[in-house]
C-alpha cells in the first residue's frame, strides 16, 4: 500500500485546513485508516482514526470536536478536516493504514505510512 498525504502548509491560529491522503496498491475499502502527527521534538502522536467494519472514527482528546475525518473510497482517499487550529495544532501529519481494519490510537498497529505533511500554524 502506497500512501501520499497532502494539503499542508502554513496558516494562522483560528484557520482551518483540510489535508488528504491517497493510497493506492490494495482495496482501499479493506483498511482502517488513521491520521497521526509529530511535532518538533516530540512523540509521534495519535489524532483520529476510522475502523474498516463500521466507520467507527476515534479522535484524540486534543482534537476532538475541531478535526473530522471522513473517507471516499470511491477515490481511495481518506481526509481530515481542520478547523480552530493553534499553534499547538503544528506537526507534521501522517496518514497510516492498518490492515488489520482496526483503526486504533496505537501507531505500531499500522502497517503502512505515508510520508506526511507540514502543518504550520502560527499565532
Known amino acids: 500500500v502506497q500512501l501520499q498525504a497532502s494539503g499542508g502548509g502554513p496558516v494562522q491560529a483560528g484557520d482551518s485546513l483540510r489535508l488528504s491522503c491517497a493510497a493506492s496498491?490494495?482495496?482501499?475499502?479493506?483498511?482502517?485508516m488513521g491520521w497521526f502527527r509529530r511535532a518538533p521534538g516530540m512523540e509521534r502522536e495519535f489524532v483520529a482514526a476510522?475502523?474498516?467494519?463500521?466507520?467507527?472514527?476515534n479522535y484524540s482528546d486534543s482534537v476532538k470536536g475541531r478535526f473530522i475525518l471522513t473517507r471516499d473510497n470511491a477515490k481511495n482517499s481518506v481526509y481530515l478536516q481542520m478547523t480552530s487550529l493553534t499553534p499547538d495544532d503544528t506537526a507534521v501529519y501522517y496518514c497510516?493504514?492498518?490492515?488489520?481494519?482496526?483503526?486504533?490510537?496505537?501507531?505500531?498497529?499500522?502497517?503502512?505510512w505515508g510520508k506526511g505533511t507540514q502543518v504550520t500554524v502560527s499565532s
Open positions: 497510516a493504514a492498518d490492515l488489520g481494519g482496526w483503526g486504533t490510537a496505537v501507531a505500531d498497529d499500522y502497517d503502512y
Open positions: 496498491g490494495r482495496p482501499f475499502s479493506s483498511l482502517a
Open positions: 476510522m475502523r474498516e467494519e463500521d466507520d467507527t472514527i
